[in-house]
């Protein structure tokens, strides 16, 4: 076997470890076993978890600008203005769609502050204006940001590896999301795709009251 094979394999290895470990904490049965078993630290998962995925991150980004590889495309002419077009409108859907989250919750400093040792997530059911469109919008934005780069052997390997588990990780999401939200979530699904964007499916304005009245009428009941 060649070097870069052999490297590449290697870089497939650590993104898988990482994707593992990214999923093991993210479930629920991690969540609840801390719980069980040290349940003062449960204010804390949140913040230990997006450390960890941070610092665990750094080794499969590390390796693959590292081993590089041949180059399988470029953009040229046209399709490097339209890639970095998108490129960037892609960064600034996400910076813009930071406003519609709750950042002191998403960062974990909402759950330390409180105390608060609930496992499942706290956050009401909201739709922002991407999610109109999509029920996954930093996934479908992470994914144009990444395909439309140049693409050397060790980035295109790293590429097919992260969408793989931006769907797999999308799959897992949901299932969380329907535990927390129950059948509101469901009918938005029928509404929403889930990571790409389909121009005939989207929440227009009287399916989006319909889902927030059935919303406002569940939290009334409970």
Not at 20 to 49: D, I, N, T
Not at 78 to 93: D, K, R
Not at 168 to 181: A, C, F, N, P, T
């Given at each position: ?175 969380k ?15 929403v795709?889930?990571?790409f ?19 406002n ?6």
């Amino acid at each position: 076997m060649s070097d870069d094979y052999n490297n590449l394999i290697i870089l497939a290895l650590v993104w898988l470890a990482y994707f593992v470990l990214h999923s093991l904490l993210a479930s629920l049965r991690a969540k609840h076993w801390v719980a069980r078993r040290m349940s003062s630290l449960v204010p804390l998962y949140r913040v230990g978890f997006n450390i960890i995925a941070i610092g665990s991150i750094v080794p499969p980004l590390w390796l693959m600008h590292f081993y590089g590889g041949d180059m399988v495309w470029e953009w040229h002419g046209p399709g490097l203005y339209v890639a970095n077009t998108l490129g960037a409108l892609a960064v600034i859907g996400f910076f813009w769609s930071l406003k519609y989250y709750d950042g002191m919750d998403f960062l974990g400093l909402r759950q330390i502050k409180s105390g608060n040792r609930v496992v499942e997530d706290q956050e009401k059911f909201c739709i922002s204006p991407l999610h109109r469109v999509v029920r996954h919008p930093w996934y479908f934005l992470a994914l144009v940001i990444i395909w439309t780069r140049d693409m050397d052997s060790a980035f295109l390997l790293s590429a097919v590896c992260m969408t793989l588990y931006f769907i797999i990780g999308s799959w897992q999401e949901e299932r969380k999301l329907v535990v927390y939200h129950g059948e509101i979530y469901r009918l938005y699904k029928t509404f929403v795709p889930g990571l790409f964007p389909l121009p005939w499916r989207y929440l227009n304005d009287i399916r989006l009251k319909e889902l927030l009245s059935n919303n406002n009428n569940k939290l009334k009941g409970d």
